[in-house]
């Protein structure tokens, strides 16, 4: 991974033809044998299974390039993305019912009454959003891009180990 999101995988025929600058439809026969890649898996990586979920959370600042890193995971590898910032802009006006209708008015909301927005509370609909899911693979964006979410009282606090806990055991 870099940068930039993967292509996906090349065929042999079609890294020949753009090293030759041949046209990838033509036939180009490899009769080489593909060697094996030897891999090696320690013991504190759990293999996969089918029946449980896998849940990643992506940690990082604006500009961090977490973006990339999701959007690779989502289209390669078939993760269903949650993101933290949707979950605010769909769900707090029904919390305060309110009719917010843009991201300067959850702005002001967030100014006038910061304890409207807890971590318990997207907490619990990221809980909501895995349980309704049929997904196994999911992706968590759980640092929003919106400074005025992330300088709320509740994101400030330096103790989320309860939250996190609670989280946990759901």
């Given at each position: 991974?870099?940068?930039?999101?993967t292509?996906g995988?090349v065929?042999k025929?079609?890294?020949?033809?753009?090293?030759?600058?041949?046209?990838?439809?033509?036939?180009?026969?490899?009769?080489e044998?593909?060697?094996?890649?030897?891999?090696?898996?320690?013991?504190?990586?759990?293999?996969f299974s089918?029946?449980?979920?896998?849940v990643?959370?992506v940690?990082?600042?604006p500009g961090?390039?977490?973006?990339?890193?999701i959007e690779?995971?989502?289209?390669?590898?078939e993760?269903?993305?949650?993101?933290?910032?949707?979950?605010?802009f769909n769900?707090l006006?029904?919390k305060?019912?309110?009719?917010v209708e843009n991201?300067?008015?959850?702005q002001?909301?967030?100014?006038?009454?910061p304890?409207v927005?807890t971590v318990?509370?997207?907490m619990?609909?990221i809980?909501?959003?895995l349980?309704?899911?049929?997904?196994?693979r999911?992706?968590?964006d759980?640092v929003p891009?919106?400074?005025?979410?992330?300088?709320?009282?509740?994101?400030?606090k330096?103790?989320?180990?309860?939250?996190?806990?609670m989280?946990?055991r759901?």
């Amino acid at each position: 991974m870099g940068c930039t999101v993967t292509k996906g995988s090349v065929s042999k025929k079609e890294a020949a033809a753009t090293a030759v600058g041949t046209d990838a439809d033509s036939d180009i026969v490899d009769n080489e044998p593909s060697t094996p890649v030897p891999v090696y898996v320690g013991t504190g990586v759990s293999r996969f299974s089918k029946e449980n979920r896998s849940v990643l959370f992506v940690f990082g600042g604006p500009g961090s390039q977490k973006g990339l890193l999701i959007e690779e995971l989502v289209h390669e590898f078939e993760f269903t993305s949650i993101n933290v910032e949707d979950i605010v802009f769909n769900y707090l006006p029904n919390k305060v019912a309110n009719t917010v209708e843009n991201i300067v008015e959850i702005q002001e909301l967030l100014k006038r009454d910061p304890s409207v927005l807890t971590v318990e509370w997207v907490m619990n609909l990221i809980s909501a959003k895995l349980s309704t899911s049929m997904s196994q693979r999911f992706v968590i964006d759980i640092v929003p891009a919106l400074n005025t979410i992330l300088k709320s009282d509740s994101f400030q606090k330096n103790e989320h180990d309860k939250e996190l806990e609670m989280f946990e055991r759901r």
